[in-house]
């Protein structure tokens, strides 16, 4: 039987998996580093380490930034440098102990030590001033926007650094929703322009410093984006919902990149959840999309679920699937 890692492997370059890869099973995500985002606790509201605010309110399931006029950060894209404050990349060595000691635990024959980057480069900017002023900013001051983007970008090349000299990871799981369910958020030509020159710098700096895999995380529709993630160097996009036609992308660009996911998360994993409804939807994914360059999952971006229950269910009957499906 193959190891998680070895499973994966199989799947990603079209070999022989001898099961289904279940969801993040070869993926140990490291959390507890100093510098992992933070984020405000159910109910309430925090100010990040950029200065964002952010809340996550009663009965939803996830927090998001504050943009009305008290709370939004970045007014006038322009000006953006006067309020836009990079934090401290650099930690004394005891507070990375924890995260050190949880890499050093992981067996790297079974999976792979994971880092884990949230938000991304399209999600911080409107973070930073708002989805809507976003969108217009990439076409009323370009420059501006560029300029913010190079920021960012550079900031993180040294949040790279601090976890490849502190954990080597073998993985990292990058968030950045690029889409919502039936469109990307920016077209094509846009998303080349100003976004894939910064992530080829990005995934290019880990994968020169022993990163085999880069998994971005997008639960959305984003199809017609995958051209670039493949350029970019994006080994998995995870997050692929079912409003792509995965099984054609799987035609078109298997052995390039690999898909993860195929089971929407708002389609199973909400308060009334049932075992017969997650098992309809982890079986339709796994006979549509096939064994390789195919990772069934959902679609969130994380190995855990909103709700009690549904993730290690999801996980059960991937079990079921694969000993229906290999022989």
Same mark, same amino acid.
């Given at each position: 039987?193959?190891?998680?890692?070895?499973? +994966?492997?199989?799947?990603?370059?079209?070999?022989?998996?001898?099961?289904?890869?279940?969801?993040? /099973?070869?993926?140990?995500? *490291?959390? #507890?580093?100093?510098?992992?985002?933070?984020? @405000?606790? =159910?109910? %309430?509201?925090?100010?990040?380490?950029?200065?964002?605010?952010?809340?996550?309110?009663?009965?939803?399931? %996830?927090?998001?930034?504050?943009?009305?006029?008290?709370?939004? +950060?970045?007014?006038?894209?322009?000006?953006?440098?006067?309020?836009?404050?990079?934090?401290?990349?650099?930690?004394?060595?005891?507070?990375?102990?924890?995260?050190?000691?949880?890499?050093?635990?992981?067996?790297?024959?079974?999976?792979?030590?994971?880092?884990?980057?949230?938000?991304?480069?399209? /999600?911080? &900017?409107?973070?930073?001033?708002?989805?809507?002023?976003?969108?217009?900013?990439?076409?009323?001051?370009?420059?501006?926007?560029?300029? +913010?983007?190079?920021?960012?970008?550079?900031?993180?090349?040294?949040?790279?650094?601090?976890?490849?000299?502190?954990?080597?990871?073998?993985? &990292?799981?990058?968030?950045?929703?690029?889409?919502?369910?039936? #469109?990307?958020?920016?077209?094509?030509?846009?998303?080349?322009?100003?976004?894939?020159?910064?992530?080829?710098?990005?995934?290019?700096?880990?994968? /020169?410093?022993?990163?085999?895999? =880069?998994?971005?995380?997008?639960?959305?529709?984003?199809?017609? +984006?995958?051209?670039?993630?493949?350029?970019?160097?994006?080994? *998995?996009?995870?997050? &692929?919902?079912?409003? #792509?036609?995965? @099984?054609?992308?799987?035609?078109?660009?298997? %052995?390039?990149?690999?898909?993860?996911?195929?089971?929407?998360?708002?389609?199973?994993?909400?308060?009334?959840?049932?075992?017969? =409804?997650?098992?309809?939807?982890?079986?339709?994914?796994?006979?549509?999309?096939?064994?390789?360059?195919? =990772?069934?999952?959902?679609?969130?971006? %994380?190995?855990?679920?909103?709700?009690?229950?549904?993730?290690?269910?999801?996980?059960?009957?991937?079990?079921?699937?694969?000993?229906?499906?290999?022989?």
């Amino acid at each position: 039987m193959l190891t998680k890692r070895q499973n +994966l492997k199989e799947v990603l370059k079209g070999g022989k998996p001898d099961r289904f890869v279940k969801q993040y /099973e070869a993926f140990k995500l *490291i959390m #507890n580093t100093p510098i992992t985002r933070l984020k @405000p606790p =159910i109910g %309430g509201q925090i100010v990040n380490e950029w200065g964002v605010t952010t809340r996550w309110p009663e009965g939803q399931i %996830g927090a998001f930034p504050v943009h009305d006029e008290e709370h939004t +950060l970045v007014k006038d894209i322009t000006k953006w440098r006067d309020v836009v404050k990079a934090p401290n990349i650099i930690h004394p060595e005891e507070a990375w102990a924890d995260a050190i000691a949880t890499a050093n635990a992981v067996d790297r024959n079974e999976q792979y030590v994971t880092v884990f980057v949230a938000p991304g480069l399209f /999600e911080h &900017v409107h973070y930073l001033m708002s989805m809507e002023e976003a969108l217009m900013a990439y076409y009323e001051e370009p420059e501006a926007m560029h300029e +913010l983007i190079e920021y960012i970008t550079e900031w993180e090349l040294k949040l790279a650094k601090e976890f490849i000299d502190h954990l080597h990871p073998d993985a &990292v799981f990058h968030h950045d929703d690029w889409g919502s369910q039936i #469109n990307s958020f920016i077209s094509p030509d846009m998303f080349e322009e100003f976004f894939v020159p910064a992530y080829k710098k990005i995934y290019g700096y880990y994968k /020169e410093n022993g990163v085999e895999v =880069i998994i971005h995380h997008s639960d959305s529709y984003a199809a017609n +984006l995958v051209p670039y993630m493949i350029e970019m160097g994006i080994d *998995i996009w995870q997050g &692929v919902m079912n409003t #792509n036609n995965i @099984p054609e992308l799987i035609k078109n660009y298997g %052995g390039k990149i690999t898909f993860m996911g195929g089971i929407h998360s708002g389609q199973v994993d909400f308060p009334d959840w049932t075992h017969e =409804i997650v098992a309809e939807h982890v079986e339709k994914a796994c006979r549509e999309n096939g064994k390789l360059y195919f =990772i069934p999952s959902h679609s969130a971006g %994380g190995d855990n679920s909103c709700f009690p229950g549904v993730y290690d269910v999801i996980n059960e009957e991937i079990d079921r699937m694969s000993k229906e499906m290999f022989i």
